[in-house]
Every structure is written in C-alpha cells, then in structure tokens.
C-alpha cells in the first residue's frame, strides 16, 4: 500500500482544525477548492472539487476534477476517517479506493494534526504518479490550512 502521512502543529484550537475540513468555505481558501458537500457524521457525503488545469501530465491528463467518499467515523475535534475516497480527474478513469485519515491531538492551546492518504494498486501507473503528484500537493495545502486558522485564531 502506498500512502501521504504528515504531521504539523497549528496554533488553533482542535475543533477549528477539524471543522475546516468540513467548512465549504475555508476548504476553497486552504485546499483551493470550487465547491464543497462534506457533511460531518457517520456515512456523511465528502466531495470536493477543483477546476481543472491547463497543465497536463503526461500520465494522468489534466489536474482538478473531484474527490469523493463517504464519512466513516467522525468524532468533533478528535478525527475523522473517510473509507471508498476515488479521485475522479477530469479525463481518464476514476483513482481509488482510498482511505483519507486526520487526527487532532490538543497541545495546550495548539493542535497535532496527523493526516494520512492511503490506498494503491501496485500494478498502475497512473497510482505511482497520482501518489507522487498527491504527496507534493498536500505540503502546501496544509501549510495553507496552518497560515488560514493561525490568522484567524492568533
């Protein structure tokens, strides 16, 4: 199984760190998003979608499209897990199934935020480079969600 793990240290209560996941409107601000349905409950819909690139990859075709799964478990200010999570590109046939994990552990006034993306089919290609190309999105993505919740919460 190939995977994303990263953890970071926000300045931001446990609770905001979690709700922007779940926030249309932060999610378009941190993660660049178009639009936005997550609904944070057990067997709640999580989609998000990105306009698609200009730019395209030689293996995947343009970048954007939708990312969608259903909400297995979620917990407030705790964590929550997303199970059947397919990257649907805006050409070519849909990624997945992937599981997207985050974790929020209180540290006095800040928050340890573990995210983890996993999910793999070791026999494609199209998965080695999606993972790779994933890997170096989720970097600023979630510097962007420290910068946006730090703003607000400093």
């Known amino acids: 199984m190939r995977e994303f793990a990263h953890s970071l240290v926000i300045n931001a209560p446990p609770a905001a760190v979690l709700d922007a996941f779940f926030d249309a409107e932060a999610l378009a601000v941190w ?4 639009r936005a ?3 944070p409950r057990p067997l709640g ?4 979608e990105w306009e698609p690139t200009e730019w395209r990859d030689d293996i995947l075709g343009r970048l954007g499209g939708a990312f969608h799964g259903t909400v ?19 050409e070519g046939d849909p990624i ?7 974790t929020c552990t209180a540290q006095g ?6 995210v983890r993306q996993s999910g793999y089919d070791k026999s494609s290609p ?11 999105g989720w970097m600023p ?3 962007a969600l420290k910068k946006y919740l730090e703003d607000r919460w400093a």
């Open 31 to 34: 993660w660049q998003v178009s």
């Open 37 to 39: 349905v997550c609904i």
């Open 45 to 48: 819909s999580y989609a998000v």
């Open 72 to 90: 297995m478990e979620f917990r407030p200010g705790r964590e929550f897990f997303l199970a059947d999570v397919y990257w649907l590109p805006p």
């Open 96 to 102: 997945g199934p992937m599981a997207l994990t985050a």
């Open 109 to 114: 006034d800040r928050t340890l935020l573990h």
């Open 126 to 136: 199209r998965w080695t480079r999606y993972y790779d190309i994933v890997s170096a």
């Open 141 to 143: 993505a979630l510097n």
